[in-house]
């Protein structure tokens, strides 16, 4: 069976997400690949409608549980209806935000139990795992001071030390995967970190002649 590279980028708030997707998403087509640009919580009208919810300050207070479960209900029809065809039809995917993100929110920045996150990640996912994850880096507070400017959604709206445990999460999760998790700091031009990304993404075999 054919299948594509799963790329996702992954980050605190205001670190350069969705930017640093679409520049890599370019970059894999300037390279002759078909590309499939997907975010979350998000990709399909099921999925729109729950990143709604999810981040509306008018759900402040949401329980921490129903949080979860909703992101997990996003992703599961994500996956099924885009991400899994894309694939097999040998294409890229490029996602802005995937199951680590649930890891480090809900997990480490809730304070959920790890295993249970984990444990629903897989079954949300069918047990698909990226073949490589990005993680943007920059201090909370200076990445919330750039994604507030046209108001704060919920999660930018929590506690700088929710942000300060939702980075510890990221890096832990580095730390214990490191050869599918690559650590690209999130300073400096948008461009300087474009060219780090490529860079972390040109490690992958199957995309290393294309991007040299």
Excluded: W
Aim: charged fraction near 25%.
């Amino acid at each position: 069976m054919v299948r594509g590279v799963f790329i996702t980028i992954e980050g605190c708030e205001g670190t350069g997400k969705s930017t640093q997707a679409a520049l890599l998403a370019e970059t894999l087509r300037d390279a002759g690949l078909a590309v499939t640009e997907v975010r979350e919580p998000g990709g399909t009208p099921v999925s729109e409608a729950v990143r709604t919810v999810l981040l509306d300050r008018a759900n402040d207070g949401l329980d921490p549980r129903a949080e979860l479960l909703l992101y997990e209900a996003s992703r599961a029809e994500l996956v099924r209806r885009v991400i899994l065809p894309a694939l097999a039809s040998g294409g890229a995917v490029v996602c802005d935000r995937f199951f680590d993100s649930t890891t480090a929110y809900q997990g480490y920045g809730r304070g959920l139990p790890l295993d249970e996150v984990k444990r629903l990640n897989e079954f949300a996912t069918s047990g698909i795992v990226p073949d490589l994850t990005v993680v943007l880096d920059l201090d909370p507070a200076e990445g919330l001071s750039r994604a507030v400017g046209a108001g704060a959604d919920r999660l930018e709206a929590e506690e700088i030390d929710f942000h300060e445990r939702v980075r510890t999460g990221f890096l832990r999760i580095a730390e214990d995967e490191p050869e599918r998790v690559v650590v690209v700091p999130a300073t400096g031009s948008v461009a300087d970190v474009a060219q780090r990304v490529s860079a972390a993404a040109a490690r992958l075999p199957v995309l290393t002649a294309v991007l040299h």
